[in-house]
């Protein structure tokens, strides 16, 4: 099982530059979401699904936007970079919506604005 | 609004001494508490849960965790550690009624010394 898959595992940007974090699930899960890591900070939420077609923000969703149109894949979209975006990110998917159901997380992206 | 506090950047204890990491709670109605661990250049993994009942909690490689409703805690503890148990560990909570997001703590780095 792969579980929860993250690409690119590193990506150095310029400011105003676009791109999109890739995050792919093989569990059959209902629920997904995005994570930034900054030191200090913790893990913030940015967004998250609790199934196909629907979407809403989370605590941190400016400069981000995401879409699922499948169950399997939820991509983070960076319309125009800013230095303020570096961090690492993380996705993370569960098979209920809420409840006690733990989440599993990929390996994390690594991004850099530079 | 729910929030997880993790008073301690940091906790040192020597191999073999038990070790406690702290965690408070703030979150209308019952909680789901998780605790959560990372190792370095990888995603957070599951270790344990509160939803109900038994306040102590046991988990994955000999962890527990006791929840306290009147001092809103949910400690992370080990009898003996290991330096193997160094590491990011994060505190999260989720209400049980009405929330699909799972919040995390700012986190605490345990280091155990040989």
């Known amino acids: 099982n792969a579980g929860v898959t993250q690409t690119p595992k590193f990506q150095v940007l310029k400011t105003g530059q676009s791109m999109t974090l890739q995050c792919a699930q093989d569990?059959?899960?209902?629920?997904m979401s995005w994570y930034r890591q900054d030191p200090g900070m913790g893990l913030r939420l940015i967004h998250y699904?609790?199934?196909?077609?629907?979407?809403d923000q989370g605590e941190v969703p400016n400069g981000y936007n995401v879409s699922r149109s499948t169950t399997e894949d939820f991509p983070l979209r960076l319309l125009s970079a800013a230095p303020s975006q570096t961090s690492v990110y993380f996705c993370?998917?569960?098979?209920?919506?809420?409840?006690?159901?733990?989440?599993?997380f990929g390996n994390g992206t690594r991004l850099t604005v530079t | 609004a729910q929030s997880v506090a993790q008073p301690e950047d940091q906790v040192n204890v020597a191999e073999g001494n038990p070790l406690t990491v702290k965690c408070t709670y703030s979150?209308?109605?019952?909680?789901?508490l998780f605790w959560y661990v990372q190792y370095p250049n990888r995603g957070l993994q599951f270790l344990l849960k509160?939803?109900?009942?038994?306040?102590l909690v046991k988990g994955s490689y000999g962890f527990e965790a006791e929840f306290n409703k009147s001092q809103t805690s949910f400690h992370l503890k080990k009898p003996s550690a290991l330096v193997s148990d160094s590491a990011l560990y994060f505190c999260?909570?989720?209400?049980?009624?009405?929330?699909?997001?799972?919040?995390f703590g700012t986190g605490t780095r345990l280091q155990v010394f040989p």
């Open positions: 993370a998917s569960s098979s209920v919506t809420g409840g006690s159901s733990p989440l599993h």
């Open positions: 569990m059959n899960h209902e629920y």
């Open positions: 699904s609790v199934g196909a077609g629907i979407t």
């Open positions: 979150v209308s109605g019952n909680p789901y």
């Open positions: 509160y939803i109900t009942g038994d306040n």
């Open positions: 999260a909570v989720r209400a049980l009624v009405g929330a699909d997001k799972l919040i």
